[in-house]
């Protein structure tokens, strides 16, 4: 009796401590006392914090793809069994997969997603042209093979992930926010994803407009051949989510390019001017839209702002496609 007593003993002991909310909490408060750009290193995050490997977080690096080297950030809780679905969460400008990873601890553990948050840095993929534009073109104007885009490695990662962790999904859903956004739903518009089941682009600050004369990455006329293929790009099923507080002119992160600024005054009217741009677009290559689009009352430029209602959309099953954008019920809070 006492040697059992005391191997339950060593084996506590041992055991790791789980993260509390109260640790996911303080860690995210101290993420915003210093400002992504100055707390992040080119190079990337050096390591991963206390409070987030004992959540279970893991970051491992995927380099046997076409370009530089990615660390990857995961999340699978406790509960995410082997048939789990896995969802990538693409960061925004600040680079900061950190906290992106740690806004969704919470929320990921409640609806038992694995979640991936590859870190694009700006070491190796430096300017919005290699992350939000995904490394199309380089800094000549000349197309890269599609291997090397940014956009080509994450159904490699996915792959790495579900070896990795023996999982069963044979899909994955792509969501961003912010330059992460960008990211997404110009990977939609490339046709990239062999593996996506559904891509979320949630509060974009500039957009690739299927329609008119603009050029890449503000539009998609002029590219090479075989590179836009509207019947596969506006079938595809992607969700906009827009803030609807997501409306201030004067943001600090708010693309102004010229061609960003003729697409509206802040994000939520370049998001409502960009679908509303899309279905003309399906009619005129005779293709069924997919796209839906829904704002999210009272939430601004705010990626965990977002999360419970990316997992409501996820629960709704399939969206209705076209027509205008949909205001959602409030989440109560958790």
């Not at 046997?64 to 082997?82: C, N, Q, S, T, Y």
């Not at 990977?187 to 062999?194: Q, R």
Request: net charge positive; charged share 20%; proline share 8%.
């Amino acid at each position: 009796m006492m040697r059992r007593l005391l191997m339950l003993s060593l084996l506590l002991t041992a055991a790791p401590a789980m993260a509390e909310p109260a640790d996911i909490k303080a860690l995210l408060q101290d993420f915003e006392k210093v400002p992504a750009a100055r707390r992040v290193p080119d190079s990337g995050i050096a390591a991963v914090p206390a409070a987030l490997a004992r959540a279970g977080v893991q970051r491992f690096v995927v380099d046997d793809w076409g370009g530089a080297a990615i660390p990857v950030w995961l999340l699978r809780p406790a509960g995410a069994k082997a048939d789990a679905p896995v969802m990538f969460v693409m960061h925004g400008i600040g680079r900061d997969a950190d906290r992106y990873i740690a806004e969704w601890v919470e929320i990921a553990a409640r609806a038992g997603i694995v979640i991936v948050v590859p870190e694009f840095t700006r070491a190796a993929f430096p300017d919005t042209l290699n992350y939000n534009f995904g490394a199309v073109f380089d800094e000549q104007g000349k197309l890269r093979p599609r291997e090397r885009w940014s956009y080509s490695a994450i159904d490699i990662i996915f792959d790495r992930v579900v070896a990795r962790e023996a999982l069963a999904a044979k899909s994955y859903v792509l969501l961003g926010h912010s330059a992460g956004a960008q990211f997404v739903h110009r990977f939609v518009l490339l046709g990239v994803g062999a593996k996506m089941s559904r891509a979320i682009s949630a509060n974009s600050g500039s957009y690739t407009l299927p329609t008119g004369p603009g050029r890449w990455p503000f539009g998609v006329a002029g590219l090479p051949d075989g590179l836009w293929q509207p019947a596969r790009a506006l079938s595809a099923p992607m969700l906009l989510m827009q803030g609807t507080a997501d409306n201030d002119p004067n943001h600090s992160s708010l693309p102004r390019q010229p061609e960003a600024m003729a697409q509206g005054p802040h994000r939520l009217a370049r998001g409502m001017a960009f679908f509303a741009a899309a279905p003309s677009a399906a009619a005129d290559a005779k293709v069924s839209f997919g796209w839906s689009c829904v704002l999210v009352p009272d939430v601004a430029h705010d990626n965990g702002g977002m999360a419970p209602y990316v997992v409501e959309m996820l629960k709704a099953g399939p969206l209705r496609k076209g027509g205008a954008c949909r205001l959602l019920k409030k989440v109560p809070p958790a």
